[in-house]
């Protein structure tokens, strides 16, 4: 009687499949470098619509984390553990000839997914290293990959140049379409498709191609809106509002995306898949303020450790999303790295031991905390030094609510401060237009005498980011007990730095793209 049913109920809350007779469809959709203010949601000048609607509709994840730049958070998503633990905690995967990539003994998110029977699908940007075949993701677990894969491109002729060493500036195409267990190719004959329609076009395909009875997971790690800041015209006029025109051509990038998002959505629904899909979207890290993306209220950008840096824009969404949690905000703890094992619950695969936790009792349930209560945002050696000792190790690190930042939190002279996306504001900064752009010399800034706070390893900065959420109070002085406590969380943590995988530029890489053109592994796969 009554035991029977308590039994049945308590399977029924361990059971993962949400509806049907398979996990649910699961499409994660990566933007690059859009910042926490450069969503029409929090600036009323940004022209992003179906983004706008999918957040206010779905449940916006208010305090979700990421690294402070591109290749780490990626590598944090796809094995949910720490960069401290993966060995990438001092770089980006750059430049296009480092002969390196993330550890191949690490099992990536694709590789859980297909073993409760997903198909997997990743279209858009890697990062994750491609020095061998074996790095690439069809190799790590995609059935198939259209896209890049190094960690930026012209949106239109997708090429890129190398950065550094002898061969600086040689031009290659970094685009491909690879299928698991055939060999990697070069995408040919798409020069001048823009970014945005290649990738939305494509994951469009796949989801009409798809079988609804078999459950999806699709990767859309967007181009967009990372530098070189282009657009389609069609889409700048409609920021014709915007007056600094660094800032309108990248409302018109987001614009783009913001298409391109409704697009996949669209094409869900018509597939009948929508009710049985969780939608994630989110940024890799906050925006560029050089390159036209905008932070504001939050302090500093990409690269830094300031909140502006490493608190991303982000929400849920999709038919699996209840109904009592739509239209809400949670101020829950979120990291990138607990989405593994958060889709690893949901697909009913039992994970390893990671950095992350399952999330799926907080997004679902209001009343449920957070299982997150700390974060360890990178311990590292400071600047490009790749090995130190460890009175020497620098970093961020968080111990809800409480931040402490030991080193420097940024270097560029912008990066300490509270850019407004356009003109002057008094509690701000004013840019002089000219000066700013990737391609067009340093952003010129007034700097105000609060931003001079100077974070250090002998004098740390200690925030409460909960209370002072845009970092403008250093409290270290007055809490040197609190200090202490996160001083030895994090020197806990370092203890279990994974050797640096970072190795010296390999010129075979520019000559292996000299023979067609196109940028691809150059060696051979390492032995088993």
Same mark, same amino acid.
């Given at each position: 009687?009554?035991?029977?049913?308590?039994?049945?109920?308590?399977?029924?809350?361990?059971?993962?499949?949400?509806?049907?007779?398979?996990?649910?469809?699961?499409?994660?959709?990566?933007?690059?470098?859009?910042?926490?203010?450069?969503?029409?949601?929090?600036?009323?000048?940004?022209?992003?619509?179906?983004?706008?609607?999918?957040?206010?509709?779905?449940?916006?994840?208010?305090?979700?984390?990421?690294?402070?730049?591109?290749?780490?958070?990626?590598?944090?998503?796809?094995?949910?553990?720490?960069?401290?633990?993966?060995?990438?905690?001092?770089?980006?995967?750059?430049?296009?000839?480092?002969?390196?990539?993330?550890?191949?003994?690490?099992?990536?998110?694709?590789?859980?997914?297909?073993?409760?029977?997903?198909?997997?699908?990743?279209?858009?940007?890697?990062?994750?290293?491609?020095?061998?075949?074996?790095?690439?993701?069809?190799?790590?677990?995609?059935?198939?990959?259209?896209?890049?894969?190094?960690?930026?491109?012209?949106?239109?002729?997708?090429?890129?140049?190398?950065?550094?060493?002898?061969?600086?500036?040689?031009?290659?195409?970094?685009?491909?379409?690879?299928?698991? $267990?055939?060999?990697?190719? *070069?995408? +040919? #004959?798409?020069?001048? @498709? =823009?970014?945005?329609?290649?990738?939305?076009?494509? /994951?469009?395909?796949?989801?009409?191609?798809?079988?609804?009875?078999?459950?999806?997971?699709?990767?859309?790690?967007?181009?967009?809106?990372?530098?070189?800041?282009?657009?389609?015209?069609?889409?700048?006029?409609?920021?014709?509002?915007?007056?600094?025109?660094?800032?309108?051509?990248?409302?018109?990038?987001?614009?783009?995306?913001?298409?391109?998002?409704?697009?996949?959505?669209?094409?869900?629904?018509?597939?009948?898949?929508?009710?049985?899909?969780?939608?994630?979207?989110?940024?890799?890290?906050?925006?560029?303020?050089?390159? $036209?993306?905008?932070?504001? *209220?939050? +302090? #500093?950008?990409?690269? @830094? =450790?300031?909140?502006?840096?490493?608190?991303?824009? /982000?929400?849920?969404?999709?038919?699996?999303?209840?109904?009592?949690?739509?239209?809400?905000?949670?101020?829950?703890?979120?990291?990138?790295?607990?989405?593994?094992?958060?889709?690893?619950?949901?697909?009913?695969?039992?994970?390893?031991?990671?950095?992350?936790?399952?999330?799926?009792?907080?997004?679902?349930?209001?009343?449920?905390?957070?299982?997150?209560?700390?974060?360890?945002?990178?311990?590292?050696?400071?600047?490009?030094?790749?090995?130190?000792?460890?009175?020497?190790?620098?970093?961020?690190?968080?111990?809800?609510?409480?931040?402490?930042?030991?080193?420097?939190?940024?270097?560029?002279?912008?990066?300490?401060?509270?850019?407004?996306?356009?003109?002057?504001?008094?509690?701000?900064?004013?840019?002089?237009?000219?000066?700013?752009?990737?391609?067009?010399?340093?952003?010129?800034?007034?700097?105000?005498?609060?931003?001079?706070?100077?974070?250090?390893?002998?004098?740390?900065?200690?925030?409460?980011?909960?209370?002072?959420?845009?970092?403008?109070?250093?409290?270290?002085?007055?809490?040197?007990?609190?200090?202490?406590?996160?001083?030895?969380?994090?020197?806990?943590?370092?203890?279990?730095?994974?050797?640096?995988?970072?190795?010296?530029?390999?010129?075979?890489?520019?000559?292996?793209?000299?023979?067609?053109?196109?940028?691809?592994?150059?060696?051979?796969?390492?032995?088993?």
């Amino acid at each position: 009687g009554l035991l029977m049913v308590l039994l049945l109920l308590w399977l029924l809350l361990l059971c993962p499949l949400v509806e049907g007779k398979h996990p649910p469809h699961i499409v994660h959709m990566l933007a690059d470098d859009l910042g926490w203010n450069d969503v029409g949601f929090r600036d009323k000048d940004q022209r992003t619509p179906h983004i706008d609607n999918l957040a206010k509709d779905g449940l916006i994840l208010d305090r979700h984390y990421v690294f402070k730049f591109c290749s780490p958070t990626r590598s944090m998503l796809l094995t949910g553990r720490y960069t401290i633990h993966t060995g990438l905690w001092n770089n980006n995967i750059a430049p296009l000839s480092a002969p390196y990539g993330v550890p191949l003994n690490f099992q990536m998110l694709p590789q859980f997914m297909k073993q409760a029977g997903y198909a997997t699908h990743a279209v858009g940007k890697w990062h994750q290293g491609f020095v061998s075949p074996a790095y690439t993701p069809t190799r790590r677990g995609f059935d198939t990959y259209m896209g890049y894969y190094f960690g930026m491109e012209d949106h239109w002729t997708h090429a890129m140049f190398e950065q550094s060493g002898p061969s600086k500036g040689a031009v290659g195409i970094d685009l491909h379409n690879d299928t698991a $267990g055939q060999p990697l190719r *070069p995408y +040919r #004959g798409q020069n001048c @498709t =823009y970014s945005a329609d290649l990738y939305g076009d494509r /994951a469009v395909e796949i989801i009409r191609q798809h079988t609804p009875d078999k459950p999806l997971f699709l990767y859309l790690p967007w181009q967009a809106t990372h530098c070189p800041t282009e657009a389609p015209q069609v889409h700048i006029d409609r920021c014709n509002h915007v007056t600094w025109m660094h800032r309108r051509i990248f409302c018109g990038m987001a614009n783009a995306l913001d298409g391109a998002v409704q697009k996949v959505v669209d094409a869900l629904k018509e597939k009948n898949m929508w009710n049985s899909t969780l939608l994630v979207f989110h940024a890799d890290n906050g925006g560029q303020l050089q390159d $036209g993306g905008n932070n504001y *209220p939050l +302090r #500093g950008g990409k690269f @830094t =450790y300031w909140e502006g840096g490493v608190r991303a824009t /982000a929400f849920v969404n999709g038919g699996l999303l209840p109904q009592h949690r739509r239209g809400k905000e949670t101020t829950e703890l979120f990291h990138v790295t607990d989405w593994l094992p958060t889709y690893c619950h949901l697909a009913g695969v039992q994970c390893p031991t990671l950095d992350g936790y399952s999330q799926w009792d907080t997004i679902t349930n209001s009343s449920h905390k957070s299982p997150r209560k700390a974060v360890v945002h990178n311990i590292n050696c400071g600047g490009d030094k790749q090995e130190c000792t460890m009175e020497e190790k620098q970093g961020a690190v968080m111990i809800w609510p409480w931040k402490l930042i030991l080193g420097s939190p940024g270097s560029r002279k912008d990066s300490n401060q509270w850019p407004v996306p356009t003109g002057v504001d008094p509690n701000a900064h004013k840019y002089h237009p000219g000066h700013c752009g990737n391609y067009t010399g340093t952003c010129v800034v007034d700097e105000l005498p609060k931003a001079k706070i100077t974070c250090s390893i002998t004098k740390p900065c200690l925030f409460n980011v909960e209370l002072d959420p845009n970092e403008n109070h250093n409290l270290a002085a007055s809490l040197p007990a609190r200090v202490k406590e996160l001083k030895e969380f994090f020197y806990q943590e370092a203890k279990g730095l994974h050797a640096n995988i970072v190795k010296p530029d390999d010129p075979a890489a520019v000559a292996k793209m000299r023979q067609t053109g196109f940028w691809m592994p150059w060696k051979a796969d390492p032995a088993a």
